[in-house]
């Protein structure tokens, strides 16, 4: 802003009427207002400075601004247009989904795509695993493999013992004072008689043990 | 619409209304009404076909930007010209143009006219781009508001925060300087005739 009293200064140095005159003149280029045109009548300091405004809106035409075509302006027009309203027609037809809808849309897609992922993974893994067993033996497989063998060889053994067994306990007499073992029917105890060791008694034992019917 | 506008100034008002009201298509109407004499403007300053249109479709779109900023609906011309006066000084600071190098490349005039013609516009054009040098620059900004622009005392006051009453100083002192620049024989402006 400027100095107030320096304007006012400025505009005591001038004459009520002037003020109001070249006001009007500022304001209307044609100066042909009724008021403006009386006082110009009378007034040569207004009349002058009409005169002067006039001559230099002359000197303002005879230098004129050099405008570009009419495509130009309307290619301006068109870019702040286009700045201002981007897509004009899109207003009244667009539907804007909810924030649940594009939530649920979102976590629908996302979701498909990691199960997808996930059972991809768990398929490859699964078809790892099965060629990697068949492929490279285990040895703690192998371990176990060998004690189902074993176990097998055992019970197949433990049958046939049995066999044995069972023949042999319809013929065996128990005689704990000299831990002999006499084949044969109590009362023909001279007939056979077979003298064992600790070692072989122990394991008859054990063979006992289990299916011993005493 | 019960009620047409009837002046070009309501019917600003009313496009304003409409844009700040949601209806961006209305901006349309200020461009069309302002661009040409926002151009002319401009033009005094920069010079430059080019850097007119630029500083222009800037001036409209900062315009647009800030539109809340306006407080009154029907002064948008005056707040559109001083956003459009202050990019295109911007522009002339930061690209140093606009002075003393320009003064050479005033356009040349229109291809229709006859060659002496071309001579005398061109002549005449760089003494009052040169006139117009000597100003201040709130003289310089008041006068072409005026001349080119057609803002009244009332708009170039709101346009360059100053009372009407010191516009209308301005103006004076504006005029006494480009008459003696001119015309310093004669002591006032003559007409090419």
């Given at each position: 802003?400027?100095?107030?009293?320096?304007?006012?200064?400025?505009?005591?140095?001038?004459?009520?009427?002037?003020?109001?005159?070249?006001?009007?003149?500022?304001?209307?280029?044609?100066?042909?207002?009724?008021?403006?045109?009386?006082?110009?009548?009378?007034?040569?300091?207004?009349?002058?400075?009409?005169?002067?405004?006039?001559?230099?809106?002359?000197?303002?035409?005879?230098?004129?601004?050099?405008?570009?075509?009419?495509?130009?302006?309307?290619?301006?027009?068109?870019?702040?247009?286009?700045?201002?309203?981007?897509?004009?027609?899109?207003?009244?037809?667009?539907?804007?989904?909810?924030?649940?809808?594009?939530?649920?849309?979102?976590?629908?897609?996302?979701?498909?795509?990691?199960?997808?992922?996930?059972?991809?993974?768990?398929?490859?893994?699964?078809?790892?695993?099965?060629?990697?067993?068949?492929?490279?033996?285990?040895?703690?497989?192998?371990?176990?493999?060998?004690?189902?063998?074993?176990?097998?060889a055992s019970q197949e053994l433990g049958e046939v013992e049995d066999d044995a067994v069972e023949a042999a306990l319809a013929e065996l007499t128990w005689t704990a004072e000299d831990s002999s073992v006499v084949l044969g029917d109590?009362?023909?105890?001279?007939?056979?008689?077979?003298?064992?060791?600790?070692?072989?008694?122990?394991?008859?034992?054990?063979?006992?043990?289990?299916?011993?019917?005493? | 619409?019960?009620?047409?506008?009837?002046?070009?100034?309501?019917?600003?008002?009313?496009?304003?209304?409409?844009?700040?009201?949601?209806?961006?298509?209305?901006?349309?109407?200020?461009?069309?009404?302002?661009?040409?004499?926002?151009?002319?403007?401009?033009?005094?300053?920069?010079?430059?076909?080019?850097?007119?249109?630029?500083?222009?479709?800037?001036?409209?779109?900062?315009?647009?930007?800030?539109?809340?900023?306006?407080?009154?609906?029907?002064?948008?011309?005056?707040?559109?010209?001083?956003?459009?006066?202050?990019?295109?000084?911007?522009?002339?600071?930061?690209?140093?143009r606009g002075r003393e190098e320009d003064l050479d490349s005033i356009p040349e005039p229109s291809r229709e006219a006859q060659q002496e013609e071309l001579v005398a516009q061109k002549q005449r054009s760089k003494a009052l781009y040169?006139?117009?040098?000597?100003?201040?620059?709130?003289?310089?900004?008041?006068?072409?508001?005026?001349?080119?622009?057609?803002?009244?005392?009332?708009?170039?006051?709101?346009?360059?925060?100053?009372?009407?009453?010191?516009?209308?100083?301005?103006?004076?002192?504006?005029?006494?300087?480009?008459?003696?620049?001119?015309?310093?024989?004669?002591?006032?402006?003559?007409?090419?005739?």
């Amino acid at each position: 802003m400027t100095n107030p009293k320096n304007e006012l200064d400025c505009e005591s140095s001038l004459p009520p009427d002037c003020s109001r005159c070249q006001a009007l003149l500022l304001d209307s280029p044609s100066q042909e207002s009724l008021e403006t045109l009386e006082h110009l009548g009378s007034c040569t300091a207004c009349r002058a400075f009409a005169d002067e405004l006039t001559l230099l809106e002359q000197r303002f035409q005879d230098a004129p601004v050099e405008f570009p075509p009419d495509s130009a302006f309307s290619a301006m027009t068109a870019s702040i247009m286009k700045h201002v309203d981007p897509q004009p027609d899109a207003h009244p037809i667009k539907v804007e989904a909810g924030t649940w809808e594009r939530l649920a849309s979102w976590l629908g897609e996302a979701l498909s795509v990691r199960v997808a992922v996930l059972a991809l993974a768990a398929l490859l893994l699964a078809v790892g695993l099965w060629s990697w067993q068949t492929s490279e033996p285990n040895p703690q497989t192998q371990v176990t493999t060998e004690k189902g063998a074993e176990a097998r060889a055992s019970q197949e053994l433990g049958e046939v013992e049995d066999d044995a067994v069972e023949a042999a306990l319809a013929e065996l007499t128990w005689t704990a004072e000299d831990s002999s073992v006499v084949l044969g029917d109590d009362e023909d105890e001279d007939e056979l008689e077979w003298d064992l060791d600790d070692d072989e008694l122990v394991a008859l034992e054990m063979l006992l043990e289990d299916d011993a019917p005493f | 619409m019960s009620c047409l506008p009837n002046t070009p100034e309501d019917s600003v008002r009313a496009a304003v209304r409409a844009v700040r009201a949601g209806d961006r298509a209305a901006f349309r109407v200020l461009v069309e009404t302002y661009q040409h004499p926002l151009y002319g403007v401009l033009f005094r300053y920069l010079k430059n076909r080019d850097d007119c249109l630029d500083v222009t479709q800037r001036a409209f779109v900062r315009a647009f930007e800030r539109l809340e900023d306006l407080t009154d609906d029907g002064a948008f011309k005056p707040w559109l010209f001083r956003i459009a006066i202050n990019l295109a000084l911007s522009q002339i600071r930061s690209s140093q143009r606009g002075r003393e190098e320009d003064l050479d490349s005033i356009p040349e005039p229109s291809r229709e006219a006859q060659q002496e013609e071309l001579v005398a516009q061109k002549q005449r054009s760089k003494a009052l781009y040169e006139a117009l040098e000597t100003l201040s620059p709130t003289q310089k900004k008041v006068i072409l508001l005026k001349l080119e622009g057609g803002l009244n005392a009332k708009e170039i006051a709101a346009s360059a925060d100053l009372s009407e009453g010191a516009v209308r100083v301005h103006v004076h002192n504006a005029i006494k300087r480009l008459r003696a620049h001119l015309d310093p024989e004669s002591g006032s402006i003559e007409t090419e005739s």
